[in-house]
């Protein structure tokens, strides 16, 4: 989206130097911004009505009444306006009374990082508002065009409750719209009729497969609030999706016949129904498909499984697993590959089940994932056999009706069954970023409803997007060196735990320094190192096993007489919440590595005890946190000397700024500042040795060294 041309802007400040400062810094950023500037309350409350501000930058301490006390005021005069609040202190309260007051962004003047974030974050919050102002136009015009349509247009959530339904209902089935909003679609549905209307009014499929001119019959209500009548109408419905998620049902209504006393039995026409591409006892002229009974999405438990041995093969993009189907139900199916395949659990795939000349699609997620048949820690050779366990999703009645049938005929090994799946790409990920070679997340974490707003994981997965340019630091790649430096010699066989890879910038590095000490002191290689990598945020798991592969790739092309990656060094990556119990056992791991992670823990204590319950006596622990307001900006003075290419410091730029964003609560995610004191009291707490401390990343981060007690 590109921001109106020319930006005005209203400086609220009676610091001339910082509104000489900010507009200077704003016009390099937007040639031809228009800016006026005003020195108190009253001056601003005048001029925000003059003329409709982009942006308007209110200063937290203007007088006489400070911005906090205008800004509620500020946000009723000027409603389609962004405002900014800039105060002098870090400090996520702040914020927070901020954005409820009707900021839409706060910043610190104080932060090193300010001139650099305030354009930034000026072009988000004017996007931001203009994308809300298309959305609230959109869905006027939806209402009024529901409206004004002679049917009864409805939608419904994923659950299958009225979100809306048009006044035209009331006309023909005498219900207020108000009455609908919020009760489930089963209202409006005879008893003796449930079987037919189940997956019809809240239609699940799309395009060319969604609901056409289907023949229905409807519950109309009484004037003492009963059912009473039966009105037959004809349905259209299609599935509504957000980026293969299922988010409801949008439909429409129509009278077709009359009004019946009474919820007799109406037929529905066989030629509606669509006929199932399937050869297996194809019914007969006049009957329909009787739909079982369905368990919900991802309950494969309660439907029983049949046992079922044929070729099944997994794609994602570009790249191909072949394994075999183990067994199936109405409810999902189980899957069997000699290497491990990139499937984290929540992942939507497309199963295709291929029998004799006919195929059957069915949509579904990754509910399970195993390594060696068993769930939980990591398989300790990479040879074990992958499971993987899909849910489908709910099947319409044909789906389901095909389904069962075909069940019936696997036992009487009359079908010759293949199933394929297509794995889903992540957002915002190519097919280049994704590999094959390396143990994709065996023990995959499935995030409760809750846990962490959705808006807070996108904050860290944007975060974790841009901390690949962290490679280009000479500091942070220094404080690498001397993580694995302190942590100790390495020998064959070793677990090492990278707590919070994220884009696995630690285990390239891991990579690159065993490749160079084995170059230059051969040792025995039959017992490789086994590197684990565990973050929340799949897409970066999946980033980092592009990086690690990519790196080995590059290392065994430079090497000559070494077998890379599998004689070095072992990959392997799980989706993992560091604020849960982890699914490994204790003492797992020789060497447990938490880089610049602690901090935003919920409760970093429990997790510093989780890390040392997985620790082995003798293992060493290195954490790493900033220090509390850390100055950001020595460390992007010091890649300025060697950055050779434009790309290189803007990637700095916004990653310096989102991190200092995080730092001072101004996104959804959480930080809690820890010095080397608190942090040596939590490692205590947690059952490890006295740490021993030392600054490092340009001495703007604390560097722990400890064991097991």
């Known amino acids: 989206m590109t921001l109106p041309a020319p930006l005005t802007l209203l400086l609220a400040n009676w610091h001339p130097e910082e509104i000489q400062r900010v507009t200077i810094r704003m016009r390099e950023f937007y040639p031809g911004c228009r800016a006026e500037a005003v020195f108190s309350a009253e001056e601003v409350l005048e001029w925000a009505v003059k003329q409709a501000w982009h942006v308007i930058l209110l200063d937290e301490r203007i007088p006489p009444r400070g911005g906090l006390d205008v800004l509620p005021e500020l946000r009723q005069r000027a409603p389609d306006s962004c405002i900014i609040l800039q105060g002098e202190r870090i400090d996520s309260r702040i914020a927070e009374e901020a954005l409820r007051g009707g900021a839409d962004s706060y910043l610190s003047k104080r932060s090193p990082t300010f001139l650099l974030d305030l354009p930034l974050v000026a072009r988000d919050v004017v996007e931001k508002r203009e994308l809300s102002h298309q959305l609230d136009i959109s869905f006027t015009r939806y209402r009024e065009l529901m409206e004004i349509v002679p049917d009864v247009v409805y939608e419904l959530d994923s659950a299958g409750r009225f979100l809306s339904i048009n006044q035209n209902v009331f006309s023909l ?90 919820a ?29 009974r369905l368990p919900q999405a991802g309950e494969r438990r309660c439907a029983p499984r049949v046992a079922l041995t044929g070729r099944a093969r997994f794609s994602l993009g570009p790249w191909k697993w072949e394994g075999t189907s183990m067994d199936i ?55 074990s056999a992958f499971e993987c366990i899909v849910a489908f999703s709910q099947l319409g009645a044909t789906e389901g009706a095909v389904l069962a049938q075909l069940l019936q005929e696997i036992p ?56 690949a340019c962290l490679a280009n630091f000479p500091d942070y790649w220094q404080t690498l060196a001397q993580i694995f430096r302190l942590a100790g010699a390495r020998r064959g066989g070793e677990r090492i735990l990278d707590a919070g890879c994220g884009s696995g910038l630690a285990g390239t590095f891991l990579l690159m320094d065993e490749a160079y000490r084995v170059r230059s002191a051969p040792r025995d290689l039959a017992k490789p190192l086994h590197y684990v990598g565990i973050d929340f945020v799949s897409e970066a798991l999946l980033r980092a096993s592009h990086n690690l592969s990519r790196m080995a790739a590059e290392l065994s092309a430079q090497s000559t007489g070494v077998a890379w990656p599998e004689s070095l060094v072992k990959l392997s990556f799980g989706v993992a919440d560091l604020n849960r119990e982890l699914p490994f056992r204790e003492s797992s791991f020789d060497r447990i590595v938490c880089h610049f992670v602690i901090n935003y823990l919920e409760s970093p204590e429990s997790s510093l005890r989780e890390l040392v319950r997985l620790l082995r006596p003798g293992g060493t622990l290195v954490v790493t946190t900033l220090k509390p307001l850390a100055d950001l900006s020595e460390i992007q003075r010091n890649l300025f000397p060697i950055a050779d290419q434009p790309d290189m410091v803007k990637q700095a730029m916004k990653l310096l700024s989102l991190w200092s964003r995080i730092e001072q609560g101004a996104t959804p995610a959480r930080v809690r500042p820890i010095d080397e004191h608190e942090l040596t009291a939590l490692l205590r707490a947690s ?17 722990a060294l400890t064991a097991k007690a």
């Open 329 to 383: 139900s109405l409810g999902g199916v189980r899957l069997g590959f000699d290497e491990t395949v990139p499937a984290a659990e929540r992942q939507p795939v497309q199963i295709v089940i291929h029998f004799d000349s006919s195929v059957l699609e069915l949509p579904g997620v990754v509910s399970r994932v195993r390594i060696g048949g068993t769930s939980g820690p990591i398989a300790s050779s990479v040879g």
């Open 173 to 262: 089935l005498g219900y207020n719209p108000q009455e609908l909003i919020g009760a489930h679609f089963s209202t409006l549905i005879p008893q003796t009729h449930e079987g037919l209307a189940i997956w019809r009014m809240n239609e699940r499929r799309t395009g060319s497969r969604s609901t056409r001119r289907l023949q229905l019959p409807l519950a109309a209500k009484s004037a003492h609030g009963t059912q009473s009548a039966i009105v037959q109408v004809e349905l259209a419905a299609t599935g509504l999706y957000d980026k293969r998620r299922f988010v409801g049902t949008i439909g429409v209504i129509r009278k077709t016949g009359g009004v019946h006393g009474e």
């Open 412 to 467: 009487r090994q009359t079908l010759s069954i293949e199933l394929a799946g297509s794995l889903s790409l992540p957002q915002d990920m190519g097919e280049q970023e994704v590999s094959k070679g390396t143990e994709s997340p065996t023990t995959p974490y499935s995030e409760p409803e809750g846990r962490r707003p959705a808006e807070g994981r996108a904050v860290w997965k944007n975060y974790l997007a841009y901390s």
């Open 687 to 703: 059952g490890a040795q006295c740490p021993r401390i030392y600054r490092v990343f340009a001495n703007q981060a604390v560097l």
């Open 264 to 292: 007799s039995a109406l037929p529905l026409p066989v030629a509606e129904l669509p006929r199932p591409q399937a050869s297996i006892a194809s019914p007969e002229p006049g009957d329909r498909l009787r739909p079982p």
